[in-house]
């Protein structure tokens, strides 16, 4: 299947092509493929190796994407390709993520409609594109949030955010949420343990929250590795100051995995430091993941302080206004979210 976004090239370089999907910026002679895997140049042009290959269809909880503030307690139709623009020493779903040396792409065949139709069966109020990076399956994501956007289901992405402009501006009106992946504040960490850079993904978060898009941020934190205070303390100061005080950051723990199974997990006492350093640089939502933890899973109102929505593992009540969603009960402050 020919691939959207992308460009020939002139000249000495004629008959290559280059990829303006994410910010590698991959350029590629007849023959090769991205660094993604799943984009190659067959005689001259830009083909999808996943057009319309589904590796996994589950209806998850929304609060396991992680989305706090996004229709809480309701499940979303989630949807995996295979291949990821990202190499990650870490991967917990390497499986689908990288593609085998064999290069036959894992996964079966569906099209946009037949997801959509799958969603709806299900009762679905969301579809999220997730488990491998969806920027990498661009051409189906676009595709099926378009017919999901049409019929009343909102689309959400789960990403690394290492996308180009311009698949955030063919996406704009189609995504209406998402939570990013800020692996880590320090370029040399994306650079040693994950093959990218920094910097793109910080311009993209900007752009994401100029977008509209309901934005929330995830980091794993890794023992040694990115857990820092001065790190951490810097990664939620540009939340703070760049993406705003509302914005839910979720801070998770490591379990070894792929090149990195033997390393050690992330001790609760770090992830509760690190919660305190998001709530000492001005965040009001700051949220502990994988691990069980009595400080950081629940919904607060910034203003009063009151429990707003309790969580119990993926089980959610929620304590808001009568006939209010997202209102406070007590000053009846409206909390950041999309509540209906």
């Given at each position: 299947?020919?691939?959207?976004?992308?460009?020939?090239?002139?000249?000495a370089?004629?008959?290559?092509?280059?990829?303006?999907?994410?910010?590698?910026?991959?350029?590629?002679?007849?023959?090769?493929?991205?660094?993604?895997?799943?984009?190659?140049?067959?005689n001259?042009?830009?083909?999808?190796?996943?057009?319309?290959?589904?590796?996994?269809?589950?209806?998850?909880?929304?609060?396991?994407?992680?989305?706090?503030?996004f229709?809480?307690?309701?499940?979303?139709?989630?949807?995996?390709?295979?291949?990821?623009?990202?190499?990650?020493?870490?991967?917990?779903?390497?499986?689908?993520?990288?593609?085998?040396?064999?290069?036959?792409?894992?996964?079966?065949?569906?099209?946009?409609?037949?997801l959509?139709?799958?969603?709806?069966?299900?009762?679905?109020?969301?579809?999220?594109?997730?488990?491998?990076?969806?920027?990498?399956?661009?051409?189906l994501?676009y595709?099926?949030?378009?017919?999901?956007?049409?019929?009343?289901?909102?689309?959400?992405?789960?990403?690394?955010?290492?996308?180009?402009?311009?698949?955030?501006?063919?996406?704009?009106?189609?995504?209406?949420?998402?939570?990013?992946?800020?692996?880590?504040?320090?370029?040399?960490?994306?650079?040693?343990?994950?093959?990218?850079?920094?910097?793109?993904?910080?311009?993209?978060?900007?752009?994401?929250?100029?977008?509209?898009?309901?934005?929330?941020?995830?980091?794993?934190?890794?023992?040694?590795?990115?857990?820092?205070?001065?790190?951490?303390?810097?990664?939620?100061?540009?939340?703070?100051?760049?993406?705003?005080?509302?914005?839910?950051?979720?801070?998770?723990?490591?379990?070894?995995?792929?090149q990195?199974?033997?390393?050690?997990?992330?001790?609760?006492?770090?992830?509760?430091?690190?919660?305190?350093?998001?709530?000492?640089?001005?965040?009001?939502?700051?949220?502990?993941?994988?691990?069980?933890?009595?400080?950081?899973?629940?919904?607060?109102?910034?203003?009063?302080?009151?429990?707003?929505?309790?969580?119990?593992?993926?089980?959610?009540?929620?304590?808001?206004?009568?006939?209010?969603?997202?209102?406070?009960?007590?000053?009846?402050?409206?909390?950041?979210?999309?509540?209906?």
């Open positions: 299947m020919q691939a959207l976004l992308w460009h020939a090239l002139d000249g370089h004629k008959g290559s092509v280059q990829c303006d999907l994410c910010a590698h910026g991959c350029r590629l002679k007849k023959g090769d493929k991205g660094l993604c895997g799943v984009r190659a140049n067959s001259g042009e830009l083909v999808t190796l996943v057009g319309n290959v589904v590796t996994a269809v589950n209806m998850d909880p929304v609060e396991k994407k992680p989305l706090y503030h229709l809480p307690g309701s499940r979303t139709f989630s949807i995996g390709s295979a291949g990821c623009n990202f190499s990650c020493k870490y991967c917990q779903n390497s499986g689908i993520a990288h593609i085998p040396p064999s290069g036959i792409v894992p996964g079966k065949r569906a099209t946009p409609e037949d959509v139709v799958l969603a709806q069966e299900n009762h679905a109020r969301s579809m999220a594109f997730t488990y491998n990076e969806p920027t990498v399956f661009f051409e994501v595709e099926t949030a378009g017919l999901a956007t049409a019929r009343d289901i909102r689309c959400l992405l789960v990403t690394n955010g290492y996308m180009s402009e311009e698949c955030l501006l063919a996406l704009s009106r189609r995504i209406c949420a998402v939570n990013v992946d800020l692996k880590s504040f320090r370029d040399s960490f994306y650079r040693q343990y994950c093959g990218a850079r920094l910097q793109p993904v910080l311009d993209n978060l900007k752009a994401m929250r100029k977008l509209g898009w309901w934005l929330e941020v995830t980091t794993l934190v890794i023992p040694g590795v990115n857990d820092s205070a001065a790190e951490l303390k810097e990664a939620a100061a540009f939340i703070h100051q760049e993406l705003g005080a509302h914005t839910p950051w979720h801070l998770s723990a490591f379990h070894g995995a792929h990195m199974a033997d390393h050690p997990s992330t001790p609760l006492s770090k992830l509760e430091e690190a919660w305190s350093i998001g709530r000492q640089e001005g965040l009001n939502f700051v949220y502990i993941g994988n691990a069980l933890s009595a400080m950081a899973s629940n919904t607060f109102c910034p203003q009063c302080g009151i429990l707003v929505i309790e969580r119990q593992g993926y089980s959610v009540t929620m304590h808001m206004q009568t006939g209010a969603p997202g209102a406070c009960p007590s000053c009846h402050t409206t909390l950041p979210g999309v509540w209906t």
